[in-house]
């Protein structure tokens, strides 16, 4: 077996008294598109949070490319790889769709202050280059005509996928997404599934996905791991997962006694 | 674009005419007008770009002027000489400052950086021996080749091309990966920090540069007033740098020389309301921010006059 892209080892999450995360392991092979999925509350989020720096993991190990990344800051975790895109959307509103794809990139077309304020030829050329991949990019996620809509303008399935490409120009090895089908029509799932999977094809880019939809994750994981009150309950292929009586019990079981009581 | 330099010879034309056309008394106004811009410029850049509020222009701008009028008073280092230095060493306290909005930020901030302005302005009432205490000292004159700058019409010709060689400098950074960074940490840090930006470090680095600008503009203003009172340097101060700011544009550095304009010129015509000049200020500041929270600068007809100005992308509003 090669060895994991991702490698989460034993790591729990404890805010004051409640245990967020429960000594979770979880491996996402390179190339793979490993999805977690579980009830609200079950510590998809925090996974996601602890994974990218935002938390910090109470125990366990982290390691990305076979280096320890948790304890690190997010930036220093997303400059080694590891981009993610967030629930809620986190866009930078006032600015373009094209500049939201820019800030990840300037990093990759870096100037001095002395280039900047002076703003030669030099100048214009490197801004034009970055221009050009932010332009790509946003091409590749269907946002061709967008880019210069400020973000909090555009319709929500918009702003999803540009979260995807503003992620993507990190040119990370590693994307994660945060329930990147809710809100989503039918129609749009399908869409952002061939996105995806034309990702892992073309970009060689391995993809950790948590959601609660389950056309989405079904339809493109390799993997599924089920997590349930902070502990992982199951994990195997899509239809192992779904045949489960931990999983049916737990999740969709659940999900069906809700649907009864409401 | 045939405007641009068309524009940029009137600009050099009217600065040569202005002194041999203006009396003094305008003069002095103008350098008054862009020294302030300058201290302004510092909070275009921390506040409106970066989104982190700072009170603590005024400690910045107290620190350059008698930082300055110290060094020359002491040991004699020419105030063009020991602006600079200073202003270096400010901007160096301001970005220690900045560290602080690791922990602190909003209204903690707002309530931090007043402090500072209230722990500068004690320590120049109190360290008597080299500052002269409650009772001011005298600025020396800014002496260069030889020649003394004393009146409003030869610090002119300092205080006026230091303002625009910064405020165009700051329009081409703002422009730039620089301005989009500050932009996208002003808009979500979070965001800003997942996209691989050390938030941490641009938001000190924006402290800095606001330290800087504040020193040097108290640099130039203190040969302007002859004087430093360190009742001056108080938390009104602080308050005035921020509603000019917010009158001309949070986040436009032309915007910093409108909003001082209008500061500076206004009390001239209303000589009948003297005693109500606080009032008339406080109510522009909060007419302001319920009306036009973009300040003067974004005006439709001076927004066009600014794009005319610029040559790729201008600010966003």
Redesign the interface.
Same mark, same amino acid.
């Given at each position: 077996m090669t060895e994991a892209l991702l490698r989460i080892e034993n790591v729990s999450v404890r805010f004051g008294g409640l245990v967020a995360l429960d000594s979770v392991t979880l491996e996402v092979a390179p190339g793979s598109i490993q999805a977690v999925i579980g009830p609200n509350g079950a510590g998809k989020s925090t996974l996601l949070n602890v994974i990218t720096g935002l938390y910090t993991a109470s125990g366990g190990s982290i390691l990305f490319r076979g280096e320890r990344i948790d304890g690190r800051t997010p930036h220093a975790i997303t400059r080694r790889g590891i981009a993610r895109t967030f629930q809620n959307t986190e866009l930078f509103g006032e600015m373009t769709a094209l500049e939201n794809v820019m800030i990840s990139l300037d990093r990759f077309y870096a100037y001095g202050g002395v280039t900047a304020a002076w703003q030669g030829r030099h100048y214009r050329q490197i801004e034009t280059s970055a221009r050009d991949e932010a332009r790509e990019l946003l091409a590749l996620v269907g946002l061709a005509g967008d880019e210069n809509e400020a973000a909090a303008t555009l319709p929500f399935g918009k702003q999803r996928r540009l979260e995807i490409a503003r992620a993507l120009a990190t040119r990370p090895g590693l994307l994660l997404l945060d329930e990147p089908a809710a809100g989503l029509r039918a129609a749009e799932i399908d869409a952002l599934n061939r996105i995806l999977l034309d990702l892992r094809a073309q970009r060689q880019i391995s993809i950790l996905v948590i959601d609660h939809v389950m056309p989405l994750v079904m339809a493109i994981s390799d993997r599924i791991a089920v997590l349930n009150f902070g502990r992982k309950i199951a994990e195997g292929t899509p239809d192992a997962v779904r045949r489960s009586p931990d999983v049916i019990a737990a999740y969709l079981g659940e999900k069906a006694a809700h649907a009864v009581g409401s | 674009m045939p405007l641009r330099p068309l524009l940029f010879a009137a600009a050099i034309l009217a600065f040569f005419a202005a002194p041999q056309l203006l009396p003094e008394f305008y003069l002095f106004q103008i350098c008054l007008i862009a020294g302030t811009a300058l201290a302004v410029l510092g909070l275009v850049v921390v506040t409106g770009l970066a989104g982190q509020i700072s009170l603590a222009q005024s400690a910045f701008v107290a620190l350059g002027g008698y930082g300055a009028s110290i060094l020359a008073a002491s040991w004699g280092v020419p105030l063009w000489a020991g602006i600079p230095v200073v202003a270096v060493v400010v901007a160096g306290l301001g970005f220690l400052l900045g560290q602080m909005t690791l922990r602190v930020a909003g209204h903690y901030l707002a309530l931090a950086t007043l402090a500072v302005t209230a722990i500068v302005q004690l320590a120049l009432i109190h360290w008597e021996a080299l500052t002269g205490g409650a009772a001011g000292m005298a600025v020396p004159p800014f002496e260069i080749m030889g020649r003394a700058l004393t009146s409003g019409r030869e610090l002119y010709y300092v205080i006026v091309p230091v303002t625009a060689l910064f405020i165009l400098?700051a329009q081409? /950074?703002i422009? $730039? %990966?620089?301005g %989009?960074?500050l +932009? *996208?940490i002003r808009? $979500?840090e979070? *965001? *800003?920090? *997942?996209?691989? /930006?050390?938030?941490l470090r641009y938001k000190a680095a924006a402290f800095a540069a606001s330290a800087f600008l504040g020193a040097v503009a108290g640099g130039l203003l203190a040969p302007l007033s002859t004087y430093l009172d360190p009742a001056q340097y108080g938390i009104t101060y602080a308050i005035y740098f921020l509603a000019i700011a917010v009158v001309g544009g949070m986040t436009s550095p032309t915007g910093a020389v409108i909003g001082s304009a209008v500061f500076v010129l206004l009390p001239n015509y209303l000589q009948a309301f003297q005693s109500y000049l606080g009032l008339v200020f406080a109510l522009l500041l909060l007419g302001f921010i319920v009306l036009r929270p973009n300040g003067l600068s974004s005006l439709p007809w001076l927004r066009q006059a600014g794009a005319l100005l610029h %040559? +790729?992308t201008g600010p966003?509003p």
């Open positions: - | 400098t081409n /950074l422009a $730039s %990966r620089f %989009r960074a +932009t *996208a808009q $979500s979070t *965001a *800003a920090e *997942a996209m691989g /930006l050390d938030v %040559r +790729t966003k």
